[in-house]
Nanobody, 127 residues
Framework: QVQLVESGGGLVQAGGSLRLSCSLSGGTFSSYRMGWFRQAPGKEREFVAAFSRSGSNTYYADSVKGRFTISRENAKNTAYLQMNSLNSEDTAVYYC????????????????????WGQGTQVTVSS
């Protein structure tokens, strides 16, 4: 059974940076397209960033473009989300998700496309 575990969340001042990690176990990491989503208090969960099916392209929500970077290290079975220039609107629980490449339709921002989810990690940005 595939399991995802996020880490790296915490409290940071506005303008600061954090790097989130997502470790995958129980499966072949390179066989999954990885994505990050977040849920702010009182709001629905939303797309943040993801890889294409091939892994050669990345996609970002407009709200984080230019500030966040998604990356992956297959040898470590880990995906990352580097977050810079954080502001209070980035406060949320961040989730990583995995979509099996085989059979994937590639709709990177659709939550229903992802079969596996982590438990989430809290990011709080203080102003």
């Amino acid at each position: 059974q595939v399991q995802l575990v996020e880490s790296g969340g915490g409290l940071v001042q506005a303008g600061g940076s954090l790097r989130l990690s997502c470790s995958l176990s129980g499966g072949t990491f390179s066989s999954y397209r990885m994505g990050w989503f977040r849920q702010a208090p009182g709001k629905e969960r939303e797309f943040v960033a993801a890889f294409s099916r091939s892994g050669s392209n990345t996609y970002y929500a407009d709200s984080v473009k230019g500030r966040f970077t998604i990356s992956r290290e297959n040898a470590k079975n880990t995906a990352y989300l580097q977050m810079n220039s954080l502001n209070s609107e980035d406060t949320a629980v961040y989730y990583c998700a995995a979509d099996p490449v085989q059979g994937s339709r590639g709709y990177y921002s659709m939550q229903s496309e992802y079969d596996y989810w982590g438990q989430g990690t809290q990011v709080t940005v203080s102003s």
